[in-house]
């Protein structure tokens, strides 16, 4: 097990874990179900996403991150742990790993990352933002002096960034995305209906029905839930227009943020993607119509690329061939590599 190299990419929703020569070999909800009385975990991944919002007071569910960020830091240490003796990485040959972060987090936010991975037994840590690992995973060459603008549309952390020459030239973050669509479907809900609907609903209307632009045809999506009022069960359905209206307002964050992104690309760099358009990935790239409000607004063109939620984990995963290059620089990196090596 000399040279297990691994990448991981930490999502909100999905913890995906890569080992060189295997592949992707975990691809799970990021959750952990805890018991109440005694702290214990009692599932972790697509066992404890079954229990979500169907435990009683004796079992939480909950989720290590929070918009993009480790909100937890002992449940996320424990998902790592879990995984990783899952994949039975060596603890004699330790592995080095390749780690996706959020482009713009915060010096605090990365040291948790990095601690979170650390201790579990690692040799060589190295960080990726997130829009470099989306760019490597699109098969883009990233150390070019050209500049691709990708933007991911994740669960908790929506990110754009332009890279070029191993960097990104320009990026910004919010933790606005697909929990907070789902968010503001729940709320929307409770107020146009008085019907008070869990998470795994909304997230599910929204994948039905859900769209950020108008949609030609609409769709009709049936909820279920309890009555505000009388506290019984209920059904109302919901129309694609609906939800729109419910996610319009973090939809237009999310495309200011972008905006603002390219309002800061050095020139050259515009004339780049003007050429080429938005490159866009992450689960919630999936949303209907959100390429179309974003391409309304920009004038650009834009490219939901196939699969959208892979990119973040084979771009890490082509990095780890580049872990060797790497040079200890946790502030910047060294430009040999679009990696910033923590040790
Ligand atoms: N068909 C769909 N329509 C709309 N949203 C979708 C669809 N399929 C998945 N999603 C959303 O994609 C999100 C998950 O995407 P992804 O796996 O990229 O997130 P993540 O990497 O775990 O989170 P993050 O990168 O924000 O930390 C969820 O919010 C989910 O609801
Ligand atoms: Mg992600």
Redesign the pocket.
């Known amino acids: 097990m000399i040279g297990t190299d691994i990448a991981i ?1 930490l ?4 913890f995906r874990l890569y080992m060189d020569g295997r592949g992707v070999v975990v691809n799970e909800p ?1 959750i952990v179900a805890v018991e109440t009385d005694s702290e214990q975990i009692v599932a972790i991944g697509r066992e404890a996403y079954e229990m979500l919002g169907r435990t009683g007071a004796r079992v939480r569910v909950v989720r290590p ?1 929070h918009g ?1 960020v480790i909100a937890d830091f002992s449940l996320m240490d424990a998902v790592i742990r879990h995984y990783l003796k899952q994949v039975n990485t060596s603890r004699v040959f330790m592995p080095r790993v390749v780690v996706t972060v959020p482009s713009g987090i915060t010096e605090v936010e990365k040291r948790a990352v990095v601690d979170a991975v650390a201790a579990n037994g690692v040799r060589k840590i190295c960080l990726l933002e997130g829009p470099l690992a989306a760019a490597l995973g699109a098969g883009i060459d990233v150390a070019k002096p050209r500049g691709t603008m990708l933007v ?1 549309l ?4 929506s990110d754009a960034g332009v890279v070029s020459l191993n960097r990104l030239a320009a990026s910004r973050s919010i933790p606005v ?3 907070a669509f ?1 968010d503001a479907i729940i709320k929307y809900v409770r107020r146009k209906f008085d019907l008070v609907i869990g998470e795994r609903t909304a ?1 599910e209307a ?2 039905t029905a ?1 769209c950020a632009y108008p949609m030609k045809q609409g769709k009709v999506f049936p909820l279920k839930g309890r009555d505000l009022k009388s506290g019984l069960p209920s059904r109302v359905e919901i129309t694609s227009d609906q939800l729109l209206e419910a996610i319009v307002e973090p939809a237009a964050q999310v495309v200011r943020m972008i905006q603002t992104t390219l309002e800061e690309t050095p020139p050259e760099l515009m004339a780049d993607i003007a050429g080429e358009g938005i490159l866009l990935v ?3 790239a ?2 209907n119509g959100f390429d179309q409000l974003l391409s309304k607004t920009t004038k650009l063109r834009v490219h939901v690329l196939e699969e959208p ?1 892979g990119y ?1 984990i084979r771009g890490a995963a082509s990095a780890v061939k580049m872990i060797d290059k790497a040079k200890f620089n946790p502030k910047n990196g060294d430009r040999a590599t679009p990696l910033i090596a923590y040790y």
């Open positions: 990419d999502g909100t929703a999905n990021n991150m993009g991911t994740g669960a908790g952390m995305a697909g929990d789902d997230e929204k994948r859900g992450g689960g919630s999936y949303l939620e973040a």
